[in-house]
């Protein structure tokens, strides 16, 4: 292996060690237990105390003190009611409770597709527990494809659907990376999201899903160089936590973000 390829190979596994290190965080992506909607009335629901309710705009949770339920941001007991409020899409770690600690059960409030849910986050759940990495194919340096970035004038909001059914999703579409993979004669396009400083990521079928891999995966890229270049590296292809655990809400591909190739590199199906 040439000296080019030989860092190329341990970037990747420095990549893939932060990656798994990344999964396994405490509360992470495979704690999750449960999705659940809130109701307009105070009701139980299940996994967690407390009546659990929203409006439309405020989220309100009503406990005793006996509940063993705190707050995430201050550990202070929830005793009465307590509210939040959130715009679509975003997310707070809000209760806590269970555990010789008080904390292994975090309760994430959300708010998707202009609705109030919950996610329970268990540090016992055996998806978290029994975690050794995720399955990958080897390392492809073939697979690392020069890619250019053709950006759209305006990006372009683009509605999907997600992994679960009642929620629908929008892609904002940045622009197009092109590209050719090895041993085919015409060129790719996948629509690209823009990330932090400038980075892209893009959402992508291939035909190895549904077998070895999920039914989508990611990959992201550096920020193009000046001239639109950049690497399209499949090696650092990842599941959505969707792929971990039923109770995501992760953005499948726009349309046209298909391979008719084998993509034979990045994160396989995890484990089950």
Not at 241 to 254: I, L, R
């Amino acid at each position: 292996m040439s000296t080019t390829a030989d860092g190329q190979l341990e970037r990747w596994r420095r990549f893939r060690k932060g990656r798994n290190t990344a999964l396994a965080a405490e509360h992470g992506w495979l704690t999750l237990t449960s999705f659940q909607w809130l109701e307009s009335q105070p009701a139980a629901v299940d996994l967690v105390p407390g009546r659990w309710s929203a409006d439309g705009t405020t989220a309100a949770l009503t406990a005793a003190a006996s509940d063993g339920l705190t707050l995430v941001e201050t550990g202070e007991p929830v005793d009465g009611t307590v509210t939040a409020r959130l715009a679509d899409e975003e997310s707070l770690m809000w209760v806590q409770f269970g555990g010789a600690d008080g904390r292994q059960v975090v309760v994430e409030l959300a708010m998707r597709a202009d609705r109030y849910a919950i996610r329970t986050r268990d540090s016992s759940s055996p998806v978290f527990t029994g975690f050794d990495g995720v399955p990958t194919f080897d390392f492809r340096p073939d697979l690392a494809v020069e890619a250019r970035f053709e950006p759209y004038p305006e990006p372009v909001d683009v509605p999907i659907s997600t992994a679960n059914p009642l929620v629908d999703g929008v892609h904002r579409s940045v622009g197009e990376l092109v590209f050719r993979l090895p041993g085919k004669d015409h060129e790719y396009r996948l629509q690209a999201e823009e990330e932090k400083l400038g980075a892209l990521t893009v959402t992508f079928h291939d035909e190895t899903n549904g077998e070895s891999t999920d039914e989508w995966r990611k990959v992201s890229t550096a920020r193009p160089r000046p001239d639109g270049s950049v690497v399209l590296d499949f090696n650092r292809a990842i599941n959505y936590p969707s792929a971990f655990t039923p109770y995501g809400t992760c953005p499948m591909p726009v349309r046209n973000n298909s391979l008719d190739a084998r993509i034979e590199a990045g994160e396989k199906q995890p484990a089950s």
